[in-house]
């Protein structure tokens, strides 16, 4: 039997953050113990409802969702639904989850979880790092409760997607970033935009996930969250920024990474900023095997109709 790696993801779902849920979920090796919610792509009534209905959709109705973070720690909230839609998954319509979300919040369920388990949980951050921020200053010992941390968010040697200089992540919420960057976790792997925006889903994978018919919801899921990218934007992929993360913590030998400190710019013009700025332990990774990261992804969900693949 498979040790299986258990997760933690803390998200704003959004279409990335779905196709990261259901790599999750379809992976042999992992063990998706928990969802936190919060404030990013969209506010966070939405991300947690989108976050509930695409574990549904999924099957994965045994993972408990915590609601978090409903703003920046201190910064009016930035959101990208110039990307995602006001409903936060591209308009796909999902039958509404009739559960509800855990009785802890997100930051309080992940410092419950890490100290029930202290290392062994890996949590990945595909959204801003609020919750994050949070449940450091409330349990100051998570950094070494959690196995490991992988965080989606930054653009060290490449422009940003939100300003020349930013990522959206840490953009949407610097100074919580600034705290969990500058933290000594016991592993932080930090997944920027110098690797995301090298693994995208090509629009002949998402043509053959919306061939496949009603049978397989997982390219359904594909096939709907990603067909505004495609058809009214005409992109030619969609990026995969939060799936990578997820694969990252699952297989990190995609990764290539250095290891330094990272310095977060909180004010200005390059407000948002990522910089490797010195001697660390960051593990920022500026390298990735992008060919078998998409064929992993694509035979995990079964999109391929091939064989299952598995992280
Ligand atoms: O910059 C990409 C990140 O911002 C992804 O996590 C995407 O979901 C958005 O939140
Ligand atoms: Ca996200």
């Known amino acids: 039997m498979i040790d299986r790696i258990p997760l933690i993801l803390d998200v704003d779902t959004g279409i990335d953050d779905a196709l990261a849920l259901a790599l999750a979920v379809h992976t042999p090796a992992a063990e ?24 549904d959709w999924l099957g994965a109705t045994d993972v408990p969702v915590h609601r978090g973070a409903s703003r920046p720690l201190a910064r009016a909230p930035r959101d990208a639904a110039y990307f995602h839609d006001v ?8 039958p ?3 559960r509800g979300v855990g ?4 930051p309080a369920a992940i410092v419950r979880l890490a100290s029930a388990r202290p290392g062994e949980l890996t949590l990945v951050c595909v959204g801003p790092l609020t919750n994050l921020a949070i449940a450091l200053n409330v349990e100051p010992a998570l950094p070494t409760l959690l196995r490991e941390l ?38 932080l792997t930090v997944v920027g935009l110098d690797v995301t925006q090298e693994t995208a889903l090509p629009r002949s994978v998402w043509e053959a996930a919306g061939s496949m018919g009603t049978a397989h919801p997982t390219a ?10 495609f058809v009214e934007r005409g992109l030619a992929s969609v990026y995969l920024h939060d799936p990578l993360a997820v694969a990252a913590a699952l297989a990190p030998s995609l990764l290539l990474v250095e290891e330094t400190a990272v310095e977060v710019l909180r004010e200005g013009t390059e407000e948002g900023a990522t910089r490797a700025s010195g001697a660390g332990s960051v593990r920022v990774a500026h390298g990735v095997d992008a060919e078998r990261f998409l064929q992993l992804f694509t035979e995990t969900l079964s999109l391929s109709g091939s064989t299952k693949g598995s992280l």
């Open 32 to 55: 998706l113990i928990a969802v936190t919610t919060l404030a990013g792509n969209v506010g966070v009534e939405r991300t947690t409802a989108n976050t509930l209905a695409v574990l």
């Open 87 to 94: 409903d936060g998954l591209g308009g796909a319509k999902l």
């Open 96 to 98: 509404s989850s009739r």
């Open 103 to 106: 009785a802890d919040r997100g």
């Open 150 to 187: 992988v965080v989606m968010g930054g653009a060290f040697n490449v422009p940003g997607n939100v300003t020349p200089h930013a990522e959206f992540n840490i953009f949407a919420d610097p100074d919580a970033a600034a705290q969990v960057l500058s933290t000594a976790f016991t592993r």
């Open 220 to 229: 359904r899921l594909v096939a709907e969250v990603c067909r505004q990218a």
